[in-house]
């Protein structure tokens, strides 16, 4: 089976940087690609951005197109966020893709979800 744990969370300035990271163990499963999520109280989780396994294509939502980058990190991924601000609070779910890795942006096709981390952006 295979675990996802996300670390790195935690409450920030707006403007400051934070990098999290998704740890990925277990399987024996091969994993296609991994995404970011977000949901902020109140709010539909959305999908933050995405990297492919084999050519690590990255894939970012509008809201952090530009600010948020995503690398692979071992056997895991990391996501470096930058110039956060307020509407970037929320909990960061990491989530692992099996099979054909298209439409990233789509939670349902995830296979594997971590347990979230808290992200708050305050003065």
């Known amino acids: 089976q295979v675990q996802l744990v996300e670390s790195g969370g935690g409450s920030v300035r707006p403007g400051d940087s934070l990098k999290l990271t998704c740890t990925v163990s277990?399987?024996?499963?091969?994993?296609?690609?991994l995404g970011w999520f977000r949901q902020a109280p109140g709010k539909e989780r959305e999908f933050v951005g995405s990297?492919?396994?084999?050519?690590?294509q990255t894939l970012y939502g509008d809201a952090v197109s530009g600010r948020f980058t995503i690398s692979r990190a071992g056997a895991g991924v990391d996501l470096q966020m930058t110039r956060l601000t307020p509407e970037d609070t929320a909990v960061y779910y990491c989530?692992?893709?099996?099979?054909?890795?298209?439409?990233?942006?789509?939670?349902?096709?995830?296979?594997?979800w971590g347990q979230g981390t808290q992200i708050t952006v305050s003065s």
């Open positions: 989530a692992g893709r099996v099979g054909l890795a298209a439409y990233l942006k789509q939670q349902h096709l995830y296979s594997y």
């Open positions: 277990g399987g024996p499963v091969n994993l296609s690609a």
């Open positions: 990297i492919r396994w084999g050519d690590d």
